[in-house]
């Protein structure tokens, strides 16, 4: 790859290391030393592609997507933990999931699924406030976050419940959830050996090889991926009896919860929603068993870890930004003396998906976050043919000529950075790496219009075409990223974008509304808390108040008081 970029930094490692490892500074810094496109040495010296030019990814992600698939790593690997499932598959296959599950996805169904979710909103406050035995508590909140993401997920995707927030109760499968990307982690170095094996030894020598290799890890993950499989394939066995044998009037009538763990949602659950649009389309589109049943374990990951992650950086920022959390407070108190009605008490009040998803500051909050701090900050991609990808901006070749197109050779990896794409001075601005919640505000504290991708819910001011669109964050001289969320990458963009965040975000803005209603957040003055970049995102205490590495955000928790507004 004939571009400029820098040194290999280990015979072995290349660059890598440096990029996946608490590598925020040195992401950053590569863009802003060699610009949108950078050559990098990967594993063993192999030369990749690091792209941050808004030109290059739309043409990674939505003009030629078909040419920069996933990698066979990536699909192979999570075709052999999830099964066929929307990152398992690749084309046509990948094409006809989506039709079929874009719809299950809709503003409609959100909007439908927003009340039933509510409940685990309360049960995570009150379970904080459960903790508060003295005036003001230092609790670690990522075991928190994390179980209230899994109830989420779990209730959203499948409608069912597996107790996560229950302190008490220890679940096969959430604990399964838990261990896995800790044990895919320890893994890191056998999956590249992935797609070698599907393709030479048949499924019944796969698992002899298992059985017979000491490597500890992979036992381990062999038993997480299996007590997923299972416990998947029992649920979904019981929804389509439940659809089949039961479905009066269009309704699903679930039975009710049998004890703490059970179904949950009648019918409103993500699942119930695509097998009922399933049994209803036409046998070309239809997905087989084996794909619906890829369908839920894959929603489960993806949407478990990343809003967990999300949510706890949300908190961390509010503690650590008295305004902020004073402001977006004053906000949900005002939107809910609006709507109190019979309620006792404002706090009990559970705002209606419009409002929650139309309250100003609360939007300008968990986007600026997610822009700064991207929970998935790389992905990677890999040619399917040689190419030619052109840029935006300009980069140096390895010569120090000017280029505006980069010829790629066939099988070349591409790593898309979310991170610098969200860090683009040329397109956020000098500020681009400041967190300013305020930049989606209009100076009169409205949301400012985004951009044509995203279905603007009501509230939005629509900024008519002109140099007010510059104003809008994220678009300059009508360059922008192909990004859904706005013109930020961190859902990505094109027929592989993240399905589930409108979900996402429903779900951080009712946990921020529910919890700053009843609970202050402030830092613990001795600890310094640090987040790594290492791939996914990972909070932990600096040394010697914490050891570097176990991941968790201490924070001070009190009740609400009158001056907290
Ligand atoms: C803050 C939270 C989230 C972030 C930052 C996020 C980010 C992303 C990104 C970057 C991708 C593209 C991955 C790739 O192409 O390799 C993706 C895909 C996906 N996400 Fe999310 N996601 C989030 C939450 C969710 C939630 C809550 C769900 C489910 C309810 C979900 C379901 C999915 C699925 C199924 C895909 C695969 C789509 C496809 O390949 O067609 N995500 N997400």
């Given at each position: 790859i004939d571009i400029a970029g820098p040194e290999?930094?280990?015979?072995?490692?290349g660059n890598y290391h440096r990029i996946f490892q608490d590598g925020l500074e040195y992401n950053l810094q590569l863009t802003e030393k060699y610009g949108g496109a950078v050559r990098i040495h990967a594993l063993l010296g192999e030369e990749q592609l690091y792209v941050s030019d808004p030109r290059a990814l739309h043409h990674i992600v939505v003009k030629e997507q078909d040419v920069y698939e996933e990698t066979d790593m990536f699909i192979m690997g999570n075709k052999l933990i999830f099964g066929e499932g929307l990152i398992s598959t690749l084309g046509e296959q990948h094409r006809k999931q989506r039709k079929m599950l874009n719809p299950v996805f809709s503003l409609a169904n959100m909007r439908d699924l927003l009340p039933t979710i509510q409940p685990i909103a309360d049960q995570l406050c009150d379970l904080l406030v459960s903790k508060i035995t003295a005036g003001e508590q230092e609790i670690d909140i990522v075991p928190w976050t994390s179980r209230g993401a899994l109830e989420y997920i779990c209730q959203a995707a499948l409608g069912y419940t597996f107790d996560a927030l229950n302190p008490e109760k220890t679940s096969e499968y959430a604990e399964a959830l838990r261990r896995f990307s800790p044990t895919a982690l320890r893994l890191i170095l056998i999956r590249p050996f992935v797609p070698f094996f599907v393709r030479n030894f048949s499924l019944q020598w796969r698992n002899r090889i298992m059985d017979w290799v000491p490597i500890k890890p992979l036992k381990e993950f062999r038993r997480i991926v299996e007590v997923m499989h299972r416990t998947c394939k029992g649920i979904y066995a019981d929804k389509k009896s439940a659809i089949e044998g039961t479905l009066v009037d269009g309704s699903l009538k679930l039975n009710e919860p049998q004890g703490a763990t059970g179904f949950r949602s009648r019918g409103r659950d993500i699942i119930s929603i695509l097998l009922r649009a399933n049994r209803s389309s036409n046998v070309r589109d239809m997905l087989t068993e084996s794909e619906l049943l890829g369908q839920m374990n894959t929603i489960i990951f993806a949407g478990f870890e990343t809003t967990a992650i999300a949510t706890s950086r949300l908190l961390y920022l509010l503690a650590s930004r008295p305004d902020a959390q004073a402001r977006l407070r004053r906000e949900v108190r005002a939107a809910k003396m609006a709507h109190?009605?019979?309620?006792?008490?404002?706090?009990d009040v559970n705002l209606s998906y419009d409002v929650l998803m139309g309250l100003p500051y609360l939007d300008a909050l968990v986007r600026e976050t997610l822009r700064v701090y991207p929970p998935t900050s790389l992905l990677s991609r890999t040619t399917r043919k040689s190419t030619v990808l052109p840029l935006e901006f300009p980069v140096r070749s390895a010569s120090g000529q000017e280029v505006t197109s980069i010829p790629l050779p066939e099988n070349t990896t591409v790593i898309i950075s979310i991170l610098a794409a969200n860090h683009n001075k040329e397109i956020w601005g000098e500020d681009a790496s400041d967190w300013r919640p305020e930049r989606w505000l209009t100076s009169t504290g409205e949301r400012v219009r985004l951009s044509d991708g995203e279905n603007p819910p009501d509230g939005y001011v629509v900024v008519e075409r002109?140099?007010?669109?510059?104003?809008?964050?994220?678009?300059r001289n009508g360059i922008k990223y192909p990004g859904v969320y706005a013109s930020m990458m961190t859902f990505l963009g094109?027929?592989?974008?993240?399905?589930g965040f409108k979900f996402a975000e429903m779900e951080m803005k009712q946990v921020l509304t529910t919890l700053l209603s009843t609970l202050h957040f402030s830092l613990p003055a001795e600890k310094e808390i640090y987040w790594k970049m290492n791939g996914l995102q990972v909070p932990v205490v600096r040394p010697p108040a914490g050891d570097g590495q176990t991941p968790q955000v201490p924070l001070k928790i009190r009740l609400v008081r009158d001056d907290d507004y």
């Open positions: 290999t930094d280990h015979w072995l490692k109190v009605g019979d309620s006792a008490r404002w706090q002109s140099e007010e669109e510059d104003k809008v964050p994220g678009n094109g027929g592989r974008a993240c399905i």
